[in-house]
């Protein structure tokens, strides 16, 4: 598995907080830049880093990031592909939806699909989070939480933990949770419940020295 990290600058526009990567235009920062040119460079780095770590083909296909996405954890915003412990991932982040429009709902959700190990991923996707009916322009706060948040508790190697954001075409009240939390598959995820990806991210999480990790006990259906 490709373990990629990233270096960031981080600014802040319009009530927003936007990545600045090296290693790509974003370094040429501009007070005049606009959010809308700032979010736009901001997500051609983040799709560039999900291809490098293969989370575009092992999770989900292209697509094109449209809704700004900001989460954070213990206040500290999460950069694609940074690399963060188990502990300081233990309690559920805050998330922060853009878009411009309240009649608009969005489901989130955290999946690992290195589970239960990079080498023999034969859990790909677990569920670590699910909450649905978060509408445009507020956060998973205003949503509907139907898979409580479970902490990554990785027992070997590096794990890629994915968040995905989709639009729920539908409207409200029109996805439900899974009866499992292994064996998730966003692919499906869309075309059973008529989902649109609108942003994602990821960051790397590796067992601690001293903690036995979680052994994915069997869940009953």
């Known amino acids: ?21 090296e290693g790509s235009e974003q370094r040429e ?25 293969r989370v575009i083909e092992d999770v989900l296909d292209s697509f094109t990031p449209i809704t700004p996405l900001r989460i954070t954890y213990s206040d500290r915003l999460l950069l694609p592909g940074v690399q963060l412990k188990p502990s300081a991932v233990l309690n559920k982040p805050r998330v922060d939806v853009g878009g411009t429009d309240l009649r608009v709902f969005y489901t989130l959700v955290l999946v690992d699909p290195d589970a239960p190990s990079p080498s023999n991923p034969s859990l790909r996707e677990y569920l670590h989070w699910m909450v649905v009916d978060v509408p445009g322009t507020t956060g998973t706060n205003f949503g509907q939480e139907l898979m409580v948040y479970e902490g990554p508790e990785p027992r070997s190697g590096f794990h890629r933990m994915v968040f995905v954001l989709f639009r729920q075409l539908g409207g409200r009240g029109t ?12 692919r499906n995820f869309v075309r059973q419940y008529h ?27």
Do not use: K
């Not at 809308?36 to 999900?50: A, G, P």
């Not at 439900?176 to 292994?182: C, K, L, Q, S, V």
């Open 1 to 21: 598995m490709i373990v990629v990290t990233t270096t960031a600058h981080v600014i802040s526009t319009c009530g927003w907080t936007w990545l600045l990567q």
């Open 29 to 53: 920062q501009s007070p005049t830049r606009t959010s809308i040119e700032l979010f736009s460079l901001q997500r051609m780095s983040t799709v560039e880093t999900l291809v490098q770590a």
């Open 175 to 186: 996805v439900f949770a899974p009866d499992m939390r292994r064996n998730f598959n966003c």
């Open 195 to 221: 989902l649109e990806i609108v942003a994602a991210t990821y960051f790397n999480c590796q067992r601690e020295a001293g903690c036995g990790g979680r052994r994915f006990w069997p869940e009953s259906s």
